[in-house]
């Protein structure tokens, strides 16, 4: 019995798919943290990988949290250090648009009719 035997329960087929062409290894490439991690591995590709007691997780590329959205998005191999930091960067990003969005739209129109305000 080698690790890659070690399958989830629930979608096994897209699970080894998934993994056997990530080899087995997380895919993540610097994207999990803002100062670029893995810079200094082969290919800047984290070098964890698929162990019974260091389970790989197949998840989308850039995770919501939200599994009914993640389905339908590409699916990638991510330890959990690594997806923990991708979701963290889309939750970010979404934060930032949210609030982006907020401070251009105003509440209130307060500007009279006919004016050029």
Known sequence: MSFTDF????????????MQ?????????GGCKPEGA???????????EHKPWQPLIVTAAAPTGDPHKDMGAEQVAYCGPCYDGHLAATKR??????????????????????SDL
């Open 93 to 114: 990003t979404a934060r930032a648009a949210a609030d982006k969005h907020e401070t251009d739209t105003p509440l209130f129109d307060l500007a009279p009719e006919g």
């Open 38 to 48: 893995h810079k200094t591995n082969p290919g800047h590709r984290c070098k964890r």
């Open 7 to 18: 399958a989830p329960i629930a979608a096994e087929t897209v699970w080894r798919v998934v």
């Open 21 to 29: 062409a990530a080899g087995y290894q997380c895919q993540c490439t």
